[in-house]
């Protein structure tokens, strides 16, 4: 159980294009959700904590208007990088913390490969 | 400034010795701490954690030692195994309900 899935797993895109990555809790309900960057060879950054319902809380230095993070349900968290640059190429991570307590860990998604060209 | 360190980049362990990954944080307000491993390309994969409350948690062939006065604490793979050849990430919170805060990861190449 507590399985979390991302789409797409990769995707290339133009300059100025936008590009939605979607994160979903598969067999569990999760009112939080997050959404993590990672560079390479550094750490995981968080972005963003996506709450279902509300708006999303981003981390300092993250452009809110740059990406839109919508958590439209208890399993559904979406990315959407708008007008990508190069400089957004990188790897997204989203994570899902359960909402029964039999847990006390996130569950990671396998991550999505963005590459602007 | 960085809150979780993980101050060897790499590490190289012969199969069957002992892994030892260090990682030291400077929040006295963290109280609930998790090592993730994660190979290429994949997300992060829950390893074990440890409560504030514990100096010690074990899991099999992982246990993780907590030194709350030293605010260090460190992740024991014995023994080690070529599939245990991974980056490992050292993350701390304030609860376990809490974001998590992630280490640069130490990547773990375990030789046959």
């Known amino acids: 159980g507590a399985v979390v899935s991302q789409h797409p797993s990769w995707v290339i895109c133009k300059s100025g294009t936008s590009v939605k990555i979607e994160c979903r809790s598969l067999?569990?309900?999760?009112?939080?959700m997050f959404w993590y960057r990672q560079f390479p060879k550094q750490s995981l950054m968080l972005m963003a904590t996506?709450?279902?319902?509300?708006?999303?809380?981003?981390e300092q230095g993250v452009e809110k208007d740059k990406f839109l993070i919508n958590h439209a349900s208890l399993t559904l968290s979406t990315l959407t990088v708008t007008s990508a640059h190069p400089e957004d190429s990188s790897f997204y991570i989203c994570?899902?913390?359960?909402?029964?307590?039999?847990?006390?860990?996130?569950?990671f998604g396998p991550g999505t490969r963005l590459t602007v060209l | 400034d960085q809150q979780v360190k993980q101050n060897s980049p790499s590490l190289s362990v012969q199969e069957g010795r002992i892994s030892i990954l260090n990682c030291d944080y400077t929040?006295?307000?963290?109280?609930?701490f998790l090592w993730y491993k994660k190979y290429p390309a994949e997300g992060p994969t829950f390893l074990i954690s440890?409560?504030?409350?514990?100096d010690k948690n074990e899991d099999g062939r992982f246990t993780v030692f907590l030194n709350k006065s030293a605010k260090h604490l460190s992740l024991h793979i014995v023994p080690s195994q070529p599939g245990d050849s991974a980056v490992y990430f050292c993350?701390?919170?304030?609860?376990?309900?809490?974001?998590?805060?992630f280490g640069p990861g130490t990547s773990l190449s375990v030789i046959p």
């Open positions: 440890i409560s504030s409350i514990k």
């Open positions: 929040n006295s307000m963290f109280d609930y």
């Open positions: 993350a701390a919170s304030g609860n376990s309900y809490d974001k998590v805060i």
């Open positions: 067999d569990f309900q999760a009112t939080t």
């Open positions: 996506s709450n279902e319902g509300s708006k999303a809380t981003y």
């Open positions: 994570s899902a913390q359960r909402d029964d307590f039999s847990t006390d860990t996130q569950y």
